[in-house]
């Protein structure tokens, strides 16, 4: 494992992100299915007004709630890029990346208990305002060239 330190730390400090912004996504969806729940909120249906929503939300907090998860979905993002941009030297290393990379695209039967997570995935591309991707990191791509790379293709 020692030739996968890095990797590991970088896998560690992913996990610590990746849960809390998994808590914040959580508190925003909570925190607004509560406020639309709420009989005052105005309906969402032709005839009346986003904006009017929009406020009844953004004066609960709920806008907010989702700033600061859009925000750690950025860093967490940034973080796992990283994680998959590191050179792993060992198979322990690629097992790490795998074991991310299977919480990303998920199982190919429910019966194995894991749910594929599409917020993880789209990490592997960032766009800017107009939609142009500005960064990609391909997750399995990743994977395979230290795999190449060990098996010296």
Known sequence: MSADIEVAEKAERFANLYEQARRLEHFYREMRASAEADPD??????GYDWN?????????GVWAA???WNEAHEVVGKTVRDLFRTPARSPAGILIKLRVLRMAVGPFS????????????????????????????????????????????
Do not use: I, W
């Open 41 to 46: 909120c105005p309906p969402m249906h032709c």
């Open 52 to 60: 009017d929503r929009s406020a009844f939300l953004e004066a609960r």
């Open 66 to 68: 989702c700033d600061k």
């Open 110 to 153: 429910e019966s194995d208990g894991y749910e594929h997570d599409d917020n993880l995935l789209s990490t592997q591309r960032v766009y800017d305002d107009s939609e142009a991707t500005v960064e990609e990191c391909d997750f399995l791509a990743a994977v395979m060239a230290d795999l190449e790379r060990m098996a010296g293709d």
